[in-house]
């Protein structure tokens, strides 16, 4: 299974953006789809996530009521709304999913086994 992340750029603070991950596979189940982002010099962190049957969702405290996190069964992708972006909010954003993960785990990198390639989002100040 691939991911594809997409929709990363330049943005001034205040700014919005819409990043995409599709999967490259319709038959891939995963149990949860997420968001993460790595700023230079820092470890990855865990942004949002979207369990896919339910479509419950999740959030760092850095990005609730801010970033919206959104899946799309049809075209097996899902989508990460960023409003009102600030420069701390620089960094590579990743998708990844996992079809064994559980709840506990979901904001733990090392839980996931699929990978998007990344996407740089940068916010000017």
């Known amino acids: 299974v691939q991911l594809q992340a997409s929709g990363g750029g330049l943005v001034q603070t205040g700014g919005s953006l819409r990043l995409s991950c599709a999967s490259s596979?319709?038959?891939?189940?995963?149990?949860?789809m997420t968001w993460f982002r790595q700023a230079p010099g820092k470890e990855r962190e865990f942004v949002a996530a979207?369990?896919?049957?339910?479509?419950?969702?999740y959030y760092a405290d850095a990005v609730e009521g801010r970033f919206g996190i959104s899946r799309d069964s049809a075209e097996n992708t899902v989508s990460l709304q960023m409003n009102s972006l600030e420069p701390e909010d620089t960094a590579v954003y990743y998708c990844a999913a996992d079809s064994a993960i559980i709840l506990t785990s979901i904001r733990s990198a090392s839980a996931y086994l699929h990978w998007g390639q990344g996407t740089l989002v940068t916010v000017s100040s």
């Open positions: 979207i369990s896919v049957r339910g479509r419950q969702t």
């Open positions: 596979s319709r038959t891939f189940s995963p149990r949860f």
